[in-house]
């Protein structure tokens, strides 16, 4: 079977997920975490915080910055997993539609803040590419909202040579089993401001004040990664930009081959992106017959995203449209972009598509 994006292991991993069992170290405190947070503030240029997952880490981020019963300007052409977050926090979400980029639109966001109340805008770096993340910041801080970069898909990817997710208030990166690197489960928190990862931090274990004894002031969360997953964090970020260098790669093997049967997804100007999953917007072919011929043949394929507001959850939801993001997924298909495939694997899915 050729995955989607699975999991693929350095080589050192166990070694370090073995060194953390010999020091019995195994709950959410030890070497490898605060290892793992460094490499991710020395790769990114910020201070970085390991958390359970990419949502818990939008979560402290809009609960840090005190977002709560507000609106909360947000891609539609996103995972949920962007979106859950400010519900959880009872705020309102008002989705931004895609331009042709296929990221969040920049007339589209400051027509939102112009006429809502909007005090936060999370934008997500879809599909690994870089938003107009530069542009973007420039809006919110005109409008006097909070900036949130979900770039959970976008590890290493950048935008005018500096990393995404350290644009603005918070960035978040993920790092599940599908991710770019893998702790099999977990996410990075990560801001410029070293003292709202501190705030972050606290509300991450339960919001324990400093004292001897259990003393809380206010809630807090069992959001904390464990030294294990982080053990594993370490020996993935060993290979990072390998790990990009593929994607990239196959990418460009897929836009040579098959950029005849559609458009795939653009890089904006000034960006490069880790392109984490190798994404194609078709002229004619129909994607889920696409995705059933490569089903028959054990390769695994996915429609791209549906946008958020099309989703029965947010029906009544506010959306700023364009069009594009509906269009992206009734057309739109993710290639298989495993950093594990061989030059075989890739041909496969090629011939596959090609053959009527």
């Known amino acids: 079977m050729i995955y989607l994006s699975p999991p693929h292991m350095s080589g050192r991993e166990l070694e370090y997920i073995k060194q953390a069992f010999q020091s019995n170290y195994i709950a959410p405190v030890g070497e490898f975490i605060d290892r793992f947070e460094k490499m991710i503030e020395e790769y990114v240029g910020a201070k970085a915080l390991a958390v359970a997952n990419g949502t818990s880490a939008i979560h402290l981020a809009l609960r840090v910055l005190g977002v709560r019963k507000n609106k909360v300007a947000v891609s539609t052409f996103t995972f949920i997993g962007s979106v859950n977050p400010i519900l959880y926090e009872e705020n309102e979400p008002v989705f931004i539609d895609s331009d ?76 599940n089993g599908n991710k770019l690197l893998t702790t099999s489960s977990g996410g990075v ?132 449209e364009s069009g594009v993001s509906e269009r992206l997924f009734k057309k739109g298909l993710s290639l298989p972009s495993g950093t594990n495939m061989s030059d075989k694997d890739i041909k496969k899915v090629i011939d596959a598509i090609k053959t009527d």
């Open 189 to 320: 928190l990560v801001s410029p401001n070293e003292e709202l990862i501190k705030k972050a931090k606290k509300l991450s274990t339960q919001a324990r004040e400093d004292y001897p004894w259990y003393e809380h002031k206010e809630v807090g969360f069992n959001y904390r990664m464990s030294n294990i997953l982080a053990a594993i964090g370490v020996g993935q970020m060993e290979v990072v930009d390998e790990r990009i260098n593929k994607k990239r790669e196959i990418f460009e093997i897929y836009k040579k081959e098959l950029g005849d049967l559609g458009v795939f997804q653009p890089e904006i100007k000034n960006s490069k992106g880790n392109r984490w999953l190798s994404c194609i917007e078709f002229y004619d072919l129909d994607p889920l017959k696409v995705m059933k011929k490569l089903s028959d043949k054990q390769i695994e394929s996915r429609p791209l995203f549906k946008p958020m507001h099309l989703q029965p959850l947010f029906k009544n939801a506010k959306i700023y």
């Open 100 to 175: 042709e980029s296929w990221q969040m639109d920049l007339n589209l966001l400051e027509d939102a803040l112009k006429k809502e109340k909007i005090k936060a805008v999370i934008v997500v770096h879809i599909y690994g590419q870089s938003a107009k993340i530069k542009e973007i910041s420039f809006l919110a801080k005109k409008y006097g909202a909070f900036l949130i970069e979900d770039a959970a898909e976008a590890l290493g990817a950048e935008y005018e040579n500096k990393k995404v997710g350290t644009f603005g208030d918070f960035g978040v990166y993920s790092f």
